[in-house]
C-alpha cells in the first residue's frame, strides 16, 4: 500500500538524507525546521522502519538511532551490517560489508545488532 507523502515525513527525510548518518528522533526534531510533535516524529520513524526505508540501530546505551537504507535488501529487509558509534560526537555511522555468523540449526534470526564504539575518523 502507497503511503501519502507529509510535510513531517518529507522533512524527516531531509534530514537524515543531509546528514548521512544514523540520528536519534531527539536529533532529528532539532534539525527540522516545522513545528511537529514528538510523537509524530516517532511514529513517522517507526513507519519508515516498517517500510524498508530507515533501519534502526540501538546502541549499548539503549538509545534507538535511525539510519536510511541505502545498501538494504528490500526482499529480506536490512542486510546485517556494523554499525560505528563515535564516543566524542555521539553520532552513528553504517560501515561496510556484511556480518557474518552461524546459529545452530532450527534457530531464525530476525534481527542482529552490531554495534562498535570508539572515535571516528572526524573526531580521531
Known sequence: MKRRSTPTKEAVLNVLTKTG???SQDAIEKKINI???RATIYRVLNRFCDDG???KVVAEDGKQYFALC???DKEH????HFHFRCLKCD????LPGEVNFSVPE????ENVN???TGTCKDCS
Do not use: R
Open 77 to 80: 529487509k536490512t542486510v546485517h
Open 70 to 72: 541505502l545498501d538494504c
Open 106 to 109: 532450527n534457530y531464525l534470526v
Open 91 to 94: 553520532t552513528i555511522e553504517c
Open 21 to 23: 548518518k544514523a540520528m
Open 114 to 116: 552490531c554495534v562498535l
Open 35 to 37: 513545528d511537529i510533535n
Open 53 to 55: 526505508i530507515l533501519h
